[in-house]
């Protein structure tokens, strides 16, 4: 299985900041690499597909990018609704894997 | 609108087996594939597998091989996903989810029901 690493596994910040999540792929997986946000009690939503499009209805200051196997979400400026846990998955092979997760806390 | 509606919580005995159920509406089911993913206390998400509703055609993790089977029933536009010999570590919230082509050869997870509790306790 492809394995995919988060980094940090949690971090805090206030309103306003710009934060930044990684994830690393085991292996190359072609930007086939998708980010997912899970609110406490809530179900995962997508955020972000193929490495930097846009979820239809996903306010613009999420974005993502990726560099070989090392992929980027940014929240360019944190809201209080964005405090959650953060996923990402890789859906190059035909078994898909998640990332273990970032929690965004509030400061 | 998309929406996939979970069959309630289960509480079942190391041994046997459950059945989580997943009613799709909003769409034309048999179009769209269906993907399980579980989630234990406290923990990360862990995709179990998927099922296309066009076809039935699966692929499944590793880690349950041999002990899961998904199917669907387009008359009832409705998914299952059977899990056998369960284990107390199979305990763990479980969810559906539409597996949609948004673009030609990318699928996502783009709408998601409601999670369905398992609990395996003796």
């Known amino acids: 299985d492809i394995q995919m690493t988060q980094s940090p596994s949690s971090l805090s910040a206030s309103v306003g900041d710009r934060v930044t999540i990684t994830c690393r792929a085991s292996?190359?997986?072609?930007?086939?690499l998708n980010w997912y946000q899970q609110r406490p009690g809530e179900a995962p939503k997508l955020l972000i597909y193929?490495?930097?499009s846009l979820q239809s209805g996903v306010p613009s200051r999420f974005s993502g990018s990726a560099s070989g196997t090392d992929f980027t979400l940014t929240i360019s400026s944190l809201q209080l609704e964005d405090f959650a846990t953060y996923y990402c998955?890789?859906?190059?092979?035909?078994?898909?894997?998640f990332g273990q997760g970032t929690k965004v806390e509030i400061k | 609108q998309v929406q996939l509606v979970q069959s309630g919580a289960e509480v079942e005995k190391p041994g046997a087996s459950v059945r989580v159920s997943c009613k799709a509406s909003?769409?034309?089911?048999?179009?769209?594939?269906i993907s399980w993913v579980r989630q234990a206390p406290g923990q990360g998400l862990e995709w179990m597998g998927w099922?296309?509703?066009?076809?039935?055609?699966?692929d499944y993790a590793q880690k349950v091989q041999g002990r899961v089977t998904m199917t669907t029933d387009t008359s009832t536009n409705t998914a299952y996903m059977d899990l056998r010999s369960l284990r107390y570590d199979d305990t763990a919230v479980y969810y559906c989810?539409?597996?949609?082509?948004?673009?030609?050869?990318?699928?996502?997870?783009?709408?998601w029901g409601q999670g369905t509790r398992v609990t395996v306790s003796s």
């Open positions: 998955q890789q859906s190059y092979s035909t078994t898909w894997t």
């Open positions: 292996q190359i997986i072609n930007n086939y």
């Open positions: 099922i296309s509703a066009y076809n039935g055609n699966t």
């Open positions: 909003g769409y034309t089911f048999s179009s769209y594939g």
């Open positions: 193929a490495a930097s």
């Open positions: 989810a539409r597996d949609y082509d948004i673009l030609t050869g990318y699928r996502v997870l783009d709408s």
